[in-house]
Nanobody, 117 residues
Framework: QVQLVESGGGLVQAGGSLRLSCAAS????????MGWYRQAPGKQRELVAR???????NYADSVKGRFTISRDNPKNTVSLQMNSLKPEDTAVYYC???????????WGQGTQVTVSS
């Protein structure tokens, strides 16, 4: 089993910054992809950013240039630095880890990010 614990959400004004962190524990395969997804009220969950254990990243077009994902492999943590936040970034943000060798994924409990205009 794998547990993901997120932290760092909150309320911020438009233009501000927040940093989300996620720590994974349990049976962690070395080769994996860690990422952040978000779900706004009435909308589907969508990918925000993800990073492989080798360091390759990809981002949603809506956050490119504003958000940066990073990870610490020995600590099994992933972070999301969010700058120039906009009201449309308001959502519950979920941490995700995907193990490519067994095609299995796990989710965190989610953390609320609210950006006021």
């Amino acid at each position: 089993q794998v547990q993901l614990v997120e932290s760092g959400g909150g309320l911020v004004q438009a233009g501000g910054s927040l940093r989300l962190s996620c720590a994974a524990s349990g049976s962690i395969f070395r080769i994996n992809v860690m990422g952040w997804y978000r779900q706004a009220p009435g909308k589907q969950r969508e990918l925000v950013a993800r990073i492989t254990s080798a360091g390759s990243t990809n981002y949603a077009d809506s956050v490119k240039g504003r958000f940066t994902i990073s990870r610490d492999n020995p600590k099994n943590t992933v972070s999301l630095q969010m700058n120039s936040l906009k009201p449309e970034d308001t959502a519950v943000y979920y941490c995700n880890i995907f193990f490519t060798n067994v095609a299995r994924e796990y989710w965190g409990q989610g953390t609320q990010v609210t950006v006021s205009s």
